[in-house]
């Protein structure tokens, strides 16, 4: 089975700190996906990453910047983080050319 | 661009009564589709998919069949159960790239 795995279940931080989540996944994929989810708005894409090293912004990048610096890893970075980006994160995987994407159980961070 | 429209909640239905969850869909060319299901906690987890019209998914009693020309895939189950319980998204992977598109959600509450 496909495992993606997030640092974190639970995050509390404060306005301005610089915040890491952390994304692995164990299926050698070569897509990973951050998200947030929000009531009322569904999944909004981040940011992804096709290849090590690569990303592309999705649909909200502003406040995130993204690092892969090795194939099964997916970092998310909020470099300042404020209370509008409390939300729950979650991370997804899936092979190129592959319909499926594997999804991780999220962390819900809250910034105070 | 490419999006998906689901049906809003909540939805609230007693044991055994049928469901229907409508999503449409808008993409051109010939999308995949998807039925992911969260289940309160975890992650989003696939729960079918169709991949060329006129398919029907199905998994655990739940169906949903690709109607181009209606661009539609509803999710239907002939009798809830309690463990049903969830939010459900749908999703669309366009012919090219690898990005989803996901809709807004419907959360389902089963009451015996």
């Known amino acids: 089975d496909v495992k993606v795995t997030q640092s974190s279940r639970y995050l509390v931080k404060r306005t301005g700190e610089k915040v890491f989540l952390e994304c692995v996944q164990d299926?050698?994929?070569?897509?990973m996906f951050w998200y947030r989810q929000d009531p009322g708005l569904g999944l909004r894409l981040i940011y992804f990453?096709?290849?090590?090293?690569?990303?592309e912004k999705g649909d909200i990048p502003e406040g995130y910047s993204v690092s892969r610096e090795k194939k099964e890893r997916f970092s998310l970075i909020l470099e300042s983080a404020s209370t509008n980006q409390t939300s729950m994160y979650l991370c997804a995987s899936s092979l190129s050319g592959q319909d499926t994407q594997y999804f991780g159980p999220g962390t819900r961070l809250t910034v105070l | 661009g490419d999006s998906v429209t689901q049906m809003e909640g909540p939805v609230t239905l007693s044991e055994e009564a049928c469901l229907t969850i409508?999503?449409?869909?808008?993409?051109?060319?010939?999308?995949?589709l998807f039925w992911y299901v969260q289940y309160p906690g975890e992650g989003l987890q696939l729960l079918l998919k169709a991949t060329k019209a006129d398919d029907k998914g199905s998994n655990k009693g739940f169906e949903a069949t690709y109607r181009k020309e209606t661009t539609s895939f509803h999710l239907e189950k002939g009798s809830v159960q309690v463990s049903d319980s969830a939010v459900y998204f749908c999703a669309l992977r366009p012919n090219t790239g690898n990005q989803f598109y996901f809709g807004t959600g419907t959360s389902l509450t089963v009451i015996p």
């Open positions: 409508n999503c449409t869909y808008t993409a051109t060319g010939y999308p995949s």
């Open positions: 990453s096709y290849d090590v090293k690569m990303k």
């Open positions: 299926m050698d994929h070569e897509n």
